[in-house]
């Protein structure tokens, strides 16, 4: 079985500290008891994705503590994993307080895929830094007994 988890940080446990220190100022014990029971389950926040050869199903969750929230879906058959380049760019319009760029430039993050046969055509696996999702991908290519491509470069190689 291949497993992947990351730690998922959530903007929103800080403001439900920060209800829970409001809640605690106006003598709002049950209020603040609430959020305060809220913020430390999502303090302790995770995204992963579990792929089971033998049972041919994979799924993709998120994890609070004890608690998992996502289902098992059929897993089509794997052709091979990819590494590619996706371009991080300061044009976006996102609510999200993300660190982007310097105005006309853009940063670079790496994606890896288990390109499958069927509609969904692949399944995203996790992205990060080149070093760990080289890793990551050779990890999951010799757990799944298949071929890795490396394509963050425009000559783009096998490297499993």
């Known amino acids: 079985m291949y497993i992947y988890e990351r730690y998922n940080f959530r903007i929103f446990t800080l403001l439900l500290g920060m209800m829970t220190v409001m809640f605690l100022v106006h003598a709002a014990y049950a209020g603040a008891l609430i959020s305060a029971a809220l913020a430390v389950l999502l303090t302790f926040s995770f995204q992963g ?6 049972g041919k199903r994979f799924i993709q969750y998120d994890r ?10 059929v897993l089509p058959p794997p052709s091979y994993v990819t590494i590619v380049r996706i371009n991080l760019s300061n044009q976006r319009t996102t609510p999200a307080p993300f660190v982007m ?42 757990t799944l007994d298949i071929r890795v491509l490396d394509f963050t470069t425009p000559d783009k190689h096998w490297i499993l």
């Open 101 to 142: 760029p310097e105005s006309g430039k853009g940063a670079r993050s790496f994606k890896v895929n288990l390109v499958v046969e069927h509609d969904m055509r692949y399944i995203p696996i996790c992205r990060g830094s080149l070093d760990k999702m080289k890793e990551e991908a050779l990890r999951l290519g010799k």
């Open 49 to 54: 994705i579990k792929i089971d050869m033998e």
């Open 64 to 73: 609070f503590l004890m608690i998992t929230i996502g289902r098992w879906e």
